[in-house]
Each structure stands twice: as C-alpha cells, then as structure tokens.
C-alpha cells in the first residue's frame, strides 16, 4: 500500500480514491502544481490533506491552507483533530494568547495544516513565519481553496486572491495546488493567470452531481411555491433559500417561521454574534432551514443538506451551480429548486447595464446572465445544458421518457425521423424536472414581433420609454388611463397581440431580454421617482426580419406527488434499513449529538450519516468488525469504538 493510500485507509477510513483523486495526491505528494476543479462534495479537501500528511512524515514540514471563510477552517481543522492530525487556523476568533500559540506550534513544526485567510497570509509578519519555514525546508505545500475568487470574472472575486500570485517567487520549490468547484472557462485562464499557474497540471472532473434533482418553475407567489415545496417533499429537511435582498431575507424567513418550519434569517446587515449563532445552528441541529444572501454557504460542509431553493434568480451559472451543489454532499437525493420572473431578469440586466465597469466586463456579465436564463427558459435536460456551460458532455442516454413537445401536439424531432430517433439523440438524466415531465412548447416569434413593434411604435410616437406593463397593455389591447392618456391606444400595434395572454408575454419578454433583443434602461422622474423602461437592442433586427424564430416552454408547473418515496425516517442515509438497524441508527444519531456539544463541533464532524448508517446495517460485535466501514480511520475507531460497540448492544 502506498504512503498515500495508508493515509486514505488509516487517517481517513476510505478504502479507494475517487475518480481523479489518486493521480493528483499523487502529483502532488512528488511536488508538482495542480489546478483541481471538482464539484462540492467531489472530495476536494482530501487532494490537498493527504499530500500535507504524507510530505509531513517525509519531513517536509507544513502545509499552508488558503481559505476564504472561518466556518470552513473550523469545520476542517475540527474533522483533522477528531481524525489524529495535528491542525490549526489563525482567524479573528481568535484571542492575542491564542494567536501567539499557533504562530508558535507554526514556527517549531509542530503542526501538518494550518489554515488562513488571504489578508492574513499577505501580512509582513505571516510572510516573516512563513520565510522562517522556508528558509529551513520546512514549508511543504500551499493549498489555495476556492481559487475561483482570483478572478474578475468569477461569481466571488476578492481581490486579495490576487495577491497570492508572489507566493510561486518568494517561496520557488514550494508546490501548489488551486482547488474550486465553480469555473468556466474564462475564468480558468484568469485564475491560471492571477496565480502564477502556467506550469500547473490541470485536473477537471466531471461537474455532474447525478443526485441533486434540478427544477426551475416561473415565479407567480414565490412564497406559496416555496412552501409548498417545502412542505411536500422537504418537511424537517435541512435546506438552504437563497434570496436576493436582505429584506426578502428577512420576510422570507418569518413566513417560514409562521407555516411551523425551523427557518433562520441570515444576511451581512444583522450583527456578526448573530449570523454566528444562526450558522451555529443550521450546521449542529436537525431540520433547519436557512434564509440568507450570498453572503452565506461558501465552506458550509453540512452534507445532510437536502434541498437549495432560490425565490430569485442569481447573476449566474457559476453561483447557480456553486449555491446547489451545497445540497446532497453526502451524495443522498437532493433538490435544486428555482423559481424566477421577468422581474428577475429586468433587474439583474439593469444593475449590469448602469453599473461602473468597462463595456467589456459588461458584455461578460450579460453572457452569463443570459446563459442562466437560457437553463431556467429550456425545454431540454437541464443538466445536459448546465454541464456543456462548463465545457463537458453529457452522452445521449436512451429513454421511454417522450421527449418535449409543441402545444399543438406536433413532434419537434419529427423532421429527423420521428420520436424514437430524437430520444436516442438528446440527452436525457433522469432526475431535472424536463426529463422527467417533458413540458409543451410553443411559437412565440409572432407575439415577440408584435412586442418588438410597439416598443418601436411607442418610442416614435412619444420619444419616451415605457415599462413592460404599458407595453403589454397596448399589445393585449387593454386601455388602461396610462395607455389613452399618451394616445396609445391609437398606435396600430394596439390589440395585435389579444389572443395571449399576460403570462405568455412575459416569457416572450425574458427571451427578448435573454437574446439582446431588448434592453433595460432606467430613468427617473423629476420627484426623484425612477422605474424601468424597455427598449430595443440590437438583436431585435433578425427577430423583427423573421431571421430568428422564438420557441418557449409553456408556463404550466410541474406535477408533484411522485417524490416523497426518495426520502423515508428517520433520515436519507438510513432509508433502507431494516427496522433494527433504524433503531440502531436513531441510538448512534443520539450518542453522536452528546459528543458532538462536547467537542463543540458539528455532529457530522464526527461521522456522518452515511457511517452511522453502515454501522447500524452492519451491527458490529467486535473492534474487528469495526473495520472497513467508510469513515472510520484507526484514530477514530481507537476513540469511540468501545462506545459504538456499546450503542450498538443497546447499553448507550
């Protein structure tokens, strides 16, 4: 067995690495540099450890981990204690005395794994430690996680990411590995650029997490769709509602907290003490839901996390995909749940539009959004077409599931050869919302013609712009005061569209908006007042010269009902065991949570669901029998064996 495998097996309880696991722990065990993109729960953390420790024992010294956020350097260093190796942070939590400590069990040797911030990193006196270290071979690897946040074009820029690119000079010999879930490829060349990567391996995995179950519906009342979501298929879960503002945080949260749900409000604007005890509590108890901005989930390590919910739409892919795949990393079905209106898209093009950055940068922004936008209006796999934003395939599968389908019945494929052909050829998961109810589509290049036309009509004839209500208006043919009041009602595009109805409109909107065919612009009024107004863009032309048709889904929602069969009590991972091994799980679960308040730290930092599970099934007798089970390393089993054996006899 190889140093590293020893290391896997004996610190860490796994059997085999995954996927390409072995060969970058191996790469960089023998000191060269890596990029790793990997998704959440795709293990990571594990490819920059087991290198620290198996160099530590060679005696090359310690490994520096750059982290972004405090709860993952707890979460992490707490995993490393319980696990037997020697691990620390230096953090604002900290004390001065306890600060001194750390600089100095650093500065002896004494540690594997130290984890920093990169403000605190670039700091003379972290700098000074670390030429200590270096100076006496002793510095042995730098870990830089969440490496995506170098880049201008990443969803999390910080800019101090960008001063780490001295390290590859200061410290010449000294391995790195970059290490992120989250990157197109634009932002792989900024981040290969903006940290001095251009000899590194690169390492890319699949992006598919096969057990999250992605779902996008349009936003009609965001607040009755997620609860009802939540209550059918989601009741007691731990879950994670992403909100745009921190008022919607905060409503959203008491709403939650007013149907009977465990929910917590999380956002920059209340006191730090409080966020604290909030994310406190989301990572330590059962059931708890968290409502938070962006501000909260990058290095959450909950794996129980059973569904991520987004009442507004994020500017992105990369967030999108970042914030979901914070559900199911234990790898048990999860949901990634969204909903989203024109209202959304509006106000993200308009923040992009009057925002203070260079054109170019502007048009990056829009493409993104635009690319989010075509995910959430598909009529196809979602996870073929979030998989191809990240540059990867998704093989054709085939299925008896019918593929999408016009309104008026008409197969979409049926130039190609007919149904059975068009299955084979597109992709299909099995587990997004599309394949699994194929939603109807209908033409809408007429109706956007018609939009395209009054917004023109409308500015020749007033020299002003107007909101999408006013125009809907004019289209649908409703003489609102506002409408006679500018003689709208006399335009000729003035009831041309009566036939659809609002709902439809407003998809024919996002999809004008999605393609550039459309543009926001905001004006205020002399009371201060200001709204948005449309107008049109450049990609109007080839719509308004029936260059371009315009296919959308129809606004129906999805059938619900079938799911509650994915998730049976007590928990996920002990679904399928027998009613002894539920008892026994439910007694391994309580014994857990009293270590865990004992340890101050979150029950799953001791050993998750998934061991607990395979303990229970298997029903160990002996320390023996303790062997082999995933997530029980030999520091663990010489620490709580005897009690699990206990628990598992009953008498604990």
Known sequence: MSPAHSVLHDVFGYEQFRGPQADIVEHVIGGGDALVLMPTGGGKSLCYQIPAI????????????????????????????????????LNSTLDWPQTLDVERRLAQGELTLLYAAPERVMTERFLELLDGLHARGQLALFAIDEAH???QWGHDFRPEYRQLAMLAGRYAGVPRIALTATADALTRADMVEGLQLQAARLFISSFDRPNIRYTIEEKKEPLAQLLRFIGQEHAGDA??????????????????????????????????????????????????????????GMGIDKPDVRFVAHVDMPKNIEGYYQETGRAGRDGLPADAWMIYGLADVVNQRRMIDEGDAAEEFKAVLRGKLDALLALAEATDCRRARLLAYF?????????????????????????????EEHSQATPWCGNCDNCLHPPAVWDGTDAARKLLSTIYRVHQA??????????????????????????????STFSVGAQYAESQLRAVLRQLLARGAVG?????????????????????????????????????????????????????????????????????????????????????????????????????????????????????????????????????
């Open 239 to 296: 879950g994670i509602v992403y909100c745009q503002s921190r008022k919607r945080v905060e409503e959203m949260a008491q709403a939650l907290q007013g149907a009977g749900i465990a929910a917590l409000p999380y956002h920059a604007g209340l006191p730090a003490e409080m966020r604290q005890a909030h994310q406190d509590r989301f990572l330590r108890e059962d059931g708890v839901v968290i409502v938070a901005t962006i501000a909260f």
């Open 462 to 491: 007033s020299g002003l712009a107007f909101g999408m209500g006013h125009l809907m208006d004019i289209v649908r043919g409703t003489a609102s005061d506002k409408v006679r009041q500018f003689g709208h009602d006399r335009l």
């Open 520 to 652: 926001v612009q905001r004006v205020t009024l002399d009371g201060g007042r200001a709204f948005d107004t449309l107008t049109l863009a450049a990609g109007a032309r080839p719509v308004l010269r029936g260059e371009q048709s315009v296919l959308l889904r129809e606004a129906t929602a999805a059938p619900r009902g079938a799911r509650k069969s994915r998730r049976q009590a007590p928990a996920a991972a002990a679904a399928q065991l027998g009613p002894d091994a539920q008892a026994r799980f439910i007694n391994l679960k309580a014994w857990r949570a009293t270590v865990a308040r004992e340890h101050n730290l979150p029950a799953y930092v001791i050993f998750h669901d998934t061991t607990l599970a395979a303990i229970a099934e298997r029903n160990p007798g002996s320390p023996d029998e303790l062997q082999g089970i995933q997530g029980l390393g030999s520091k663990k089993i010489e620490a709580y064996g005897a009690q699990v054996l206990q628990v598992c006899r009953g008498g604990g």
């Open 149 to 151: 946040c170098v880049s």
């Open 391 to 419: 540059g990867e395939t998704m093989a054709p599968r085939p299925s008896s599931n019918a593929p999408a389908r016009r309104a008026d019945g008409a197969d979409p494929a049926s130039a190609g050869g007919g149904n």
């Open 54 to 89: 198996v160099r530590q024992q060679a005696g090359r010294g310690i490994t520096v981990v750059v982290s972004p956020l405090i709860a993952l350097m707890h979460d992490q260093v707490g995993a490393l204690r319980e696990a037997g190796v020697a691990a620390a942070f």
